[in-house]
């Protein structure tokens, strides 16, 4: 065993001298993220990827428990002990950590050519000047639903406002399924899969919510105002006893067949897939009318950036260069069906879900949740207020002219647009 082992030894010394390596000595790189859920795949599919090309650097994945992240995190940047590179959420968590000098600008990397302004946008200073993370994935919203149901009603997926509620007052005179699984329970469910499903269709995406930022546009304008109106249109097809029907209660209605369509984010592609014991589709969220430009929320939820105080910054940065690539992209996003790559490069989905979802880049214009850069940093956070209004609107306990009022005057009470 030992003969073995050396004679190992030796031949990997050989092969990486004749490899011509620009590192003087074996590179490990160790990477925090909050998921844990992932290990595997870092483990068994990435990692191996990457130290095939690369084998004079290693890659050690080391998650944290993803509540515990943050305060870990910032607790190891601040002792010096921290990974050389940081897996990244979305918005001011890392742009905090950007500006305490502790994530390291990437703006001229190798690969973030790869990416859009929106796809950086979470990973972009406010002046839009520095990229300080590669963007990794995104979640899509939509609709899901029950393949079975629409073939059994004769439904055809949805492409217009019209069409939807044609559909969905089909379902509800038939009485066989709950048109749609949503409750209000939760609050954020109503504005996650509710408002910041629809509105972009609504606010034209990344004008409208670029718009507000500048002060340009208001909460009151009609083009904000109306998503309400559309979601209090829904009350009569969420079932009985919504209001007080969780999260986790949507999902079985739906997993068990109970109900014909989920308003979803594609982060439900892997769970569904091991509870539905029926055929699923997708659809993005239909149009006001036919030829109108279809907007979906492509919205960034991970990216990877580089520990300033890296003790391999240069070995660093060739992962993460390798973490920008379409090689990359592929792997992860088939790995996580339903996490979508955020590069500019098309990645073949093998789950025919997640596939659907991501064939909508193609056809419609990308933005993000529109509360989530710059727009939530003050209290009242709108983020937060945006849950409440779109439940009371859902709920007939608030109309929606009423409900924008009141998350514009919060937002007035601390926001001073720039421009």
Not at 16 to 39: C, K, M, P, V, Y
Not at 61 to 73: G, H, I, Q, V
Not at 252 to 280: C, D, H, Y
Request: net charge negative.
């Amino acid at each position: 065993m030992k003969h073995r082992l050396l004679t190992g030894l030796l031949m990997a010394s050989s092969m990486l001298g004749t490899a011509g390596i620009a590192f003087a000595q074996d590179a490990t790189l160790t990477i925090e993220s909050w998921r844990n859920d992932d290990l595997a795949i870092w483990q068994e599919k990435l990692i191996p990827a990457f130290e095939a090309k690369h084998p004079g650097i290693k890659v050690v994945f080391s998650p944290s428990a993803p509540t515990e992240y943050n305060a870990a995190l910032n607790a190891k940047l601040d002792a010096g002990s921290a990974g050389d590179l940081i897996t990244c959420r979305p918005f001011d968590a890392s742009l905090e950590l950007y500006k305490k000098g502790q994530l390291a600008d990437l703006t001229s990397l190798s690969g973030m050519e790869n990416f859009s302004d929106v796809a950086k946008s979470a990973w972009t200073t406010d002046d839009g000047k520095a990229n300080f993370c590669v963007p990794m994935a995104s979640v899509i919203h939509g609709f899901i639903y029950n393949k079975e149901a629409f073939e059994k009603l004769s439904i055809t997926p949805p492409a217009t406002e019209e069409e939807f509620f044609t559909a969905l007052d089909k379902i509800k005179a038939d009485g066989t399924y709950i048109p749609m699984a949503m409750g209000t329970k939760d609050l954020w469910e109503a504005a996650t899969m509710g408002y910041q499903n629809i509105g972009p269709t609504y606010w034209k995406g990344e004008e409208g919510r670029l718009a507000l930022i500048k002060g340009a546009q208001k909460l009151t304008d009609a083009d904000w105002v109306a998503p309400f109106a559309t979601l209090a249109k829904w009350k009569p097809y969420l079932g009985d006893g919504f209001e007080a029907q969780s999260y986790p209660d949507s999902q079985n209605l739906f997993t068990l067949g109970r109900a014909a369509i989920f308003p979803a984010g594609s982060w439900e592609i892997s769970v569904f897939n091991t509870q539905a014991q029926f055929k699923m589709g997708a659809f993005p969220p239909p149009v006001q009318k036919a030829g109108d430009t279809c907007y979906i929320s492509d919205h960034n939820d991970i990216g990877i950036g580089l520990n300033a105080k890296s003790k391999n910054p240069e070995a660093a940065k060739t992962f993460l260069t390798w973490v920008a690539s379409p090689e990359f992209a592929s792997i992860y996003a088939n790995a996580l069906p339903g996490f979508f790559s955020l590069n500019s490069a098309a990645v073949k989905m093998e789950d025919p879900l997640a596939q659907e979802f991501v064939s909508w880049r193609e056809k419609c214009k990308p933005t993000i949740r529109s509360t989530y850069q710059i727009l939530s940093r003050g209290t009242p956070n709108l983020e937060n207020e945006t849950w409440v209004k779109s439940a009371n609107v859902i709920n007939g306990t608030e109309t929606p002219e009423a409900a924008a009022a009141e998350l514009q005057k919060g937002l007035d009470s601390w926001f001073k647009p720039a421009n």
